[in-house]
T-cell receptor, first 114, second 109 residues
């Protein structure tokens, strides 16, 4: 039972480069989320999706784009990486709304922008 | 913007001591979650509280949701080194969660 799988686990980029982070879940969850976590701070929502083909902006969406072409996958793209985007990125998924619908997290992608 | 404030930010105690972590907001949430995160891993759900005034117990951990559903507390009895980690609270409305900045707990043997 894999749950939520994130690839890659680590990546170093140069300023201006682009890359895509992949999140895959095998729990048939409707909702998926991308967060970033910086030292001394909690998780901040970048973008989220309430179903296949839909995406919405979160708290800190600037500089990122997302796509949800398949229900099980949620991709996070950085078009032109900046040092301020150095962070640990977490993907999560849940069945949907409601008080008993917790989010299940992947183990994160550690991204450094030089 | 809904904000959640956790206190204390850091807590270092000896094995066997009791502790309480607080999570406060001016916003009302339909539910509140507590997560525990270990280094190099994603957060793992400990509990979800939904009803104002609700108290849930998970072995040595006691979680309480405030009557107005704006705040919560986590109490650990007789802390053990295995309780060491980052504790995060998250308030949820309509499927979206707002996270606090976390409490880093260190339990020394």
């Amino acid at each position: 039972n894999a749950g939520v799988t994130q690839t890659p686990k680590f990546r170093v980029l140069k300023t201006g480069q682009s890359m895509t982070l992949l999140c895959a879940q095998d729990m048939n969850h409707e909702y998926m989320y991308w967060y970033r976590q910086d030292p001394g701070m909690g998780l901040r929502l970048i973008h989220y999706s309430v179903g296949e083909g839909t995406t919405a902006k979160g708290e800190v969406p600037d500089g990122y784009n997302v796509s949800r072409l398949k229900k099980q996958n949620f991709l996070l793209g950085l078009e032109s990486a900046a040092p301020s985007q150095t962070s640990v990125y977490f993907c999560a998924s849940s069945y949907g709304t409601g008080g008993y619908q917790p989010q299940h997290f992947g183990d994160g992608t550690r991204l450094s922008i030089l | 913007t809904q904000l959640l404030e956790q206190s204390p930010q850091f807590l270092s105690i000896q094995e066997g001591e009791n502790l309480t972590v607080y999570c406060n907001s001016s916003s009302v949430f339909s539910s509140l979650q507590w997560y525990r995160q270990e280094p190099g891993e994603g957060p793992v759900l400990l509990v979800t509280v939904v009803t104002g005034g609700e108290v849930k117990k998970l072995k040595r951990l006691t979680f309480q949701f405030g009557d107005a559903r704006k705040d919560s507390s986590l109490h650990i009895t007789a802390a053990q080194p295995g309780d060491t980690g980052l504790y995060l609270c998250a308030g949820t409305n309509a499927g979206k969660s707002t996270f606090g900045d976390g409490t880093t707990l260190t339990v020394k043997p």
